[in-house]
């Protein structure tokens, strides 16, 4: 139990259960805050069992069903609280990309509560251009080309920056004050049972499976 804890508000989390987003739970629930996360089966149990185990989360955890692609189905989730943290990703990449993050953003949209809103993005959104030059600091302004992305078929950054810039344009145009985290290689200890795509990379490598 910790009842010493005072809350600090309410915030939700997109895709709890993911490698980044189960670290940022346990870190909101240690700074005193009441976490509702969004998962795709509130009832399995193996794979949020690490979830339940974190200091705080019997008494300031609720894991909710939401989905992606359906509007509206993040509604209950984001309603009343501060903070939204969006870092939950379709398995299918470019137009559910957009759309899912959309959905998250409508319904943020609806909420009175809401003071801000935290976008997991990622690097690629900014790396993949004719004239990348490592020596040269990228910033706010940068931004993939589209062109050649669609060029050289690399998908996944693709999908990443016009979700990105769709993000941005819908917040700008709903006065909701956006920040968007862009990493470039996510790795560490795991919470979730089953390792990241990053993770299991480096431990293939480490095991000669490559």
């Not at 989360?57 to 509007?71: C, I, T, Y």
């Not at 943290?85 to 990309?97: D, G, K, M, V, W």
């Not at 078929?153 to 917040?171: H, I, N, P, S």
Request: hydrophobic letters at 40%; proline letters at 5%.
């Amino acid at each position: 139990m910790d009842m010493k804890v005072e809350s600090k508000g309410k915030v939700c989390v997109t895709g709890a259960s993911g490698f980044l987003a189960s670290w940022l739970v346990k870190r909101l629930l240690l700074s005193g805050y009441h976490v509702i996360g969004t998962v795709r089966d509130p009832g399995n149990e193996k794979k949020l069992a690490h979830l339940w185990s974190l200091e705080g989360a019997r008494e300031r955890l609720q894991l909710v069903k939401a989905n992606l692609m359906e509007e509206g189905s993040f509604d209950g989730a984001i309603m009343g609280c501060q903070g939204v943290f969006h870092t939950a990703s379709p398995a299918e990449i470019l137009n559910p990309a957009i759309e899912g993050t959309l959905n998250v953003l409508r319904s943020c949209k609806k909420n009175p509560s809401l003071r801000r809103v935290v976008v997991t993005s990622s690097s690629s959104t900014v790396r993949a251009r004719d004239d990348f030059d490592p020596k040269i600091p990228l910033d706010e302004s940068t931004w993939s080309s589209v062109e050649l992305c669609e060029r050289l078929q690399v998908w996944y950054a693709l999908a990443k920056t016009l979700a990105e810039k769709a993000a941005w344009e819908f917040c700008n145009k709903n006065s909701i004050d956006l920040v968007t985290v862009l990493p470039a290689f996510v790795i560490g200890p795991s919470l979730p049972p089953d390792l990241c795509s990053t993770a299991s990379d480096v431990l293939g490598l480490l095991e000669g499976n490559f």
